[in-house]
């Protein structure tokens, strides 16, 4: 029974995951500040941000890997400080860095991982050979891990996270150093797990293109959530169309929109930038009044890199570059 005085209690309908003002230090670095959000059941739950951003502190978290050092955090109404073990047998957890056994077949893998979930005989071996199908594995398990391409170790590896029957799955960058064709196996394999056996997945990502395969986003900058709802619900916030303009003179140009059109123009990593919600036909008025300033003019719908910029007031990729400075001036 959940404790009462907790701010986080467990019930059938409470969500599956529950974060509430976790906050988390590397030394003077702050990795996470005063996070919260919640999964559901059944869905497709990503953590997008840059390097240093703050999700794969909050991924080892989850996975009991790391303790919070302020704040609670609830996996099934499990609370990972504690009952960390608990909660290790009710996730499946595919890490972003390989944890098979190379030396090792497919089946073996497998077999040796389930065997420390306390699974033995006919049990596991029906269990395996399932896994073995579900994946298209069953003509490679007898090959070693080494001679098998990053997609069908992937898909070991996936296999291997749900060989205890979890009921949570995450899974840290699981498409890292995958070819495209590879990586939509992958997914096809997820959005499978959810919708016919009904599992929750949470993911961590850099890569804004895989979060359209989410049910809910959570986005985080600099150890903090920016941005929370569906993909579709957070490109609706964006103020309409998004104009970004080059110029010589952005904070001058900027000015000049600003008091002419009566709208919004921010400077973004030197660049004029624009939303509206007729946003083409304001690129044609801006184009005939600034065609000597205008270097060059994109207008579009907007995409997750727009809601990025639209809550942080940078690029994507300019926090990622910061992040890596960072790391590379602790080293």
């Known amino acids: ?14 969500p599956v995951v529950q ?46 890997l790391f303790v919070p050092q302020q704040g609670e955090v609830r996996v099934m109404g499990v609370d990972v400080k504690r009952d960390p073990h608990e909660v290790r047998r009710l996730i499946g957890v595919v890490f972003q860095s390989n944890s098979l056994d190379l030396e090792l077949t497919s089946q073996e893998n497998l077999l040796h991982q389930g065997r420390l ?21 069953e003509q490679r398990s007898k090959d070693r891990v080494r001679t098998l391409s990053g997609g069908l170790r992937r898909r070991v590896a996936l296999a291997k996270g749900l060989l205890h029957r979890p009921q949570i799955l995450m899974l840290d960058e699981p ?49 903090e959530v920016v941005a929370s709802g569906s993909p579709k619900a957070l490109k609706e916030k964006v103020g309409g169309d998004v104009i970004v303009i080059r110029t010589s003179d952005p904070a001058g140009l900027g000015d000049s929109i600003r008091k002419r059109f009566s709208c919004e123009a921010k400077l973004v990593d030197g660049t004029v930038r624009v939303e509206d919600h007729r946003g083409y036909e304001l690129a044609a ?21 727009d809601v990025f910029v639209h809550e942080t007031g940078h690029h994507f990729e300019e926090s990622q570059e910061s992040s890596e400075v960072r790391s590379q001036k602790s080293e």
């Open 175 to 223: 498409t890292q150093g995958l070819d495209p064709g590879a990586r939509l196996d992958f997914w096809r394999y997820l959005r499978v797990l959810r919708d016919e056996e009904g599992m929750t997945i949470l993911f961590t990502t850099h890569l804004m293109e895989e979060t359209e395969q989410c049910d809910h986003l959570v986005i985080l900058s600099k150890g």
């Open 117 to 137: 979930y306390g699974l033995r005989g006919p049990e596991l071996k029906e269990r395996v050979e399932h896994l073995m199908v579900r994946f298209g594995l």
């Open 285 to 305: 008025k801006l184009m005939e009044s600034y065609s000597d300033q205008i270097e060059a003019l994109t207008v579009g719908k907007p995409t997750l890199e």
């Open 1 to 14: 029974m959940a404790d009462q005085s907790s701010p986080l209690s467990s019930s059938e309908t409470d």
């Open 19 to 64: 974060v509430a003002h976790v906050s988390f230090r590397y030394g003077q670095h702050q990795a996470l500040k005063d996070v919260a959000l919640s999964v559901e059941r059944k869905q497709i739950f990503g953590l997008l941000g840059p390097n240093g951003g703050g999700k794969t502190t909050l991924f080892r978290i989850l996975c009991t």
